[in-house]
């Protein structure tokens, strides 16, 4: 099959172009921003390369079939950048599609947190209102929105909570403090998280991608929540860190934390994922989904164990020489 990815270089999208491309009957193209990044990839030579962004690039290939957009703006220097990028380069992308006459499927990456939060349900459900509470939360929700209504094909969505595993730089800070014998912990407040190793990710990705199902939205994630106390303790155990003592943040210095990360990164420029609207989402204890539909449906389940997990992604980091 001819199918085209969007963010194929980023954390996600390297993990499903290696895992296309291990099927071996796959033409796999990507929409190349940035040559350096592609370069530094292990299947540089084996893909094909569209040049351009989300907004103009050399003409899409016409045989096209199926296209995985995972690309998007996680972290930005201004608020607008997720409108811009989220939204509007969805739209731009939209339109480009519509021409090709053998294009049967389009699947898009989006987030949890374009459903937002916890409120009055043990877990999230497709069919419960979307209501985020981030500026990148509701740009994925726009997202999704603008996908639903100039997708000129059958689509499906991936919510996916928090991903793990090589090639992960936002989970990266949290590793390293723990690698220092540090558990950082937000208030005393017990906080559930829904969470998903990336290789187990782009299986299920591929699973809908592949299956007959149309016009679906899936949360993809373990069966089990985990209380991030437990899970930076797993890790720290991973990183033979057996004494890791847990040092609780005040939510009050949480927040003058976010507001000074938010002042260097406009004083600077550098992006960076703790901010005050990230730092507005972690202050919700639970942000729980139920990937129950995905398993009636298509007999999905995650199989990578998470202490598994945890050691593949830390001796990645290892390895690069980040812990």
Partial sequence: ??????????????????????????????????????????????????????????????????????????????PGEFTRVNVEGTRELLERLRPLRHLKRIVLLSSLAAAGPNRGHEMLSEEIPAEPISLYGRSKLAQEEVFAAQCAVPRIVIRAPIVFGPWDMDMLDAFRIVNRGVIPLLGRTRRRYSLIFVKDLVRGMMTAAFSSCGNEIFYLANPEAVEWRGFMEQAAFSLGKKKARAIVVPEALGRVLAEFSELRIRVFGNKAIFNRDKFNEMKFPAWVCSAAKIDDMLHFQPRVPLPAALAETITWYREQGFL
């Fill in 1 to 78: 099959m001819n199918i085209l990815v969007t963010g194929g270089t980023g954390f996600v999208g390297r993990h499903l172009v290696t895992a296309l491309l291990a099927e071996g009957r796959h033409r796999v193209h990507l929409l190349v921003r940035n040559r350096a990044r592609l370069d530094a990839c292990a299947f540089k030579d084996a893909v094909a390369v569209v040049r351009g962004d989300l907004f103009a690039s050399d003409p899409l290939p016409e045989d096209i079939e199926m296209v995985f957009h995972l690309a998007a703006v996680t972290k930005a220097l201004a």
